[in-house]
């Protein structure tokens, strides 16, 4: 095997598979803007996306405030920074922790539920039959779902946020020995608007990447019960990845002078 | 106008990668009657179908409906060509989050914009037709047998009234008799209509009874046509075989021998 024509064939398919989504990509947020709009299919994905997500969200922010709170607490001791850990704790959280974790938290369980269903529809030819049936899968299928997931990802970030520093304020408050009133008088100090603010925009763009991944290797999935497998695989490490790519560039886009 | 065949295929021919599919299809159904076209697995008849549907795009050839060029068609145009168009899966492809009655009436929901109350009362006419009673209409697909998903899948097939009908496979995984409640059904309904359909089936007993003519498809290419009754003296070898269901003769199957 010719090592060269290895990595010009996988060059290759990494480029199809980068035009292919982006053209995907599109035609998802074409059909969000232009009409007929699913209504009721939207709610449901809000439901199904926003709502039934709350719990492990919650759990996710709240333990990894916690932990947090702990660890900047005993690697603050090293060089009598103790005091830091309200204001480490909400910058950590608002800017970095509570988008990410929440973001893969969501990344696993919607987008592998979004791959799972369409792969489902696709192998048994519903998604065909919504075509015969004079339906536009893109836009009983993907838009709702894009839309959904851009719209509620902010505001679980931002409930993630509040729970978060709420984990940091127990340990500290509970454990540390910090005194409430100044913890959370510290928090109120230090936060600024544009750390809540690039979160949510972070979140925003994790909610595309989540639902673009579930809908695209859904729609593309072939092969059966183990095509669906593979789709609902590539759907979570694929939108881990990529949400852990974008949050860089989005990180660089606010912060960098 | 009425000379115009209802769906016309002229040179067909679809390849995935080196594989040719359809190598030069050419058929012709005139209005309100039914075709089936026959052939063994693995020889384009789904892709064919898919082909006239406008779920692939073929590489060459023509597909026209009523004369017009469908082959490329899209938007509005296609939009309008869809609701022309009925279509029977194999598998049925029933939409498994759906109530059986919300199947029925998805394309008259959907596609047409009907109201929901509306479109309820004519899912469950239609389920009548099949056979089904309303109470079935509460249920979902996965609460079905093989045989009442089909009957389903027809209902839905021709709830909004199709001029063309599409049938996949309609008996395949049915018992002999359920088989046969589907095709009775089908004539029934296709009938009533008065629908062009274009029906792909390995199982001859189902090709006997809804067709008015059968075509023969191998390798890609239509190797016969004719009126059904003529089927069983066609003096073509390759239909001879398949229609008797015998391993050997022109066709042979890719096995490999132990």
Redesign the interface.
Known sequence: MNPFAAVGRAFITFLRTAGKLGIFGFHGVRHIFAPPFYMRLIGQQIMSIGYYSLPVVGLTALFTGMVLALQIYIGGSRFNAESLVANIVVLGITRELGPVIGALMVAGRVSAAMAAEIGTMRVTEQIDALTTLSTNPFKYLVAPRLLAATLMMPLLVLIADIIGVMGGYIVGTGKLGFNEATYLQTTYDFLEASDVVSGLVKAAVFGFIIALMGCYHGFHSQGGAQGVGRATTNAVVSASILILFANYLVTELFFSK | MNDVPKIRLQGVQKRFGPKVVLDGVDLEIPRGKSLVVIGGSGTGKSVMI?CV???MRPEKGSIQIDGEETVGLRGDAR?RL??K???L???A????SLRVWENVA??LI????MGRVQAKKLAQEKLGQVGLGAEVGELFPAELSGGMQKRVALA?AIA?EPEII?FDEPTTGLDPIMADVINDLIVHCVEQLGATTLSITHDMASARKIADRVAMIHKGKIIWTGPVEEVDRSGNPFVDQFIHGRAEGPIHMEVRRP
């Open positions: 898919k549907l406008g779920l939009d869809m609701r168009f009925g279509m899966f194999q598998g492809a029933l939409f498994d998805f394309g959907q596609g047409r914009g839905r909004a599409f």
